[in-house]
């Protein structure tokens, strides 16, 4: 079956790092565009970056452009979220999802990791 399966979340400073994995199985990943959204509490899920299958086309929020960088391996059905310059408001659930078309839909969703930026 299909699995997405998100590490890499935690409690960081303001102005630190991290960086998210997801790692896929059940699908072509090589196949899909990849994304990672974000939901804070008491707002909607936002869509924070996306890939496109081979890794060539990349697009960001403007909230963390220059900030985050996405990137996939298809050698390992991963996908990988760098956050640098890390701020309170990049507070949220991150979740890693994918679909078959450049600004479709996603078809698939993980359980979503949390990311806490406080001092």
């Known amino acids: 079956q299909v699995q997405l399966v998100e590490s890499g979340g935690g409690l960081v400073q303001p102005g630190g790092s991290l960086r998210l994995s997801c790692a896929a199985s059940?699908?072509?990943?090589?196949?899909?565009?990849m994304r990672w959204h974000r939901q804070a509490p008491g707002k909607e899920r936002e869509l924070v970056a996306s890939?496109?299958?081979?890794?060539?086309?990349?697009n960001y929020a403007d909230s963390v452009k220059g900030r985050f960088t996405i990137s996939r391996e298809n050698s390992k059905n991963t996908v990988y979220l760098q956050m640098n310059s890390l701020k309170p408001e990049d507070t949220a659930v991150y979740y890693c999802?994918?679909?078959?078309?450049?600004?479709?839909?996603?078809?698939?969703w993980g359980q979503g990791t949390q990311v806490t930026v406080s001092s």
């Open positions: 999802a994918g679909g078959p078309v450049w600004g479709g839909r996603n078809d698939y």
């Open positions: 059940g699908f072509i990943f090589s196949t899909y565009v």
């Open positions: 890939i496109s299958s081979a890794g060539s086309t990349t």
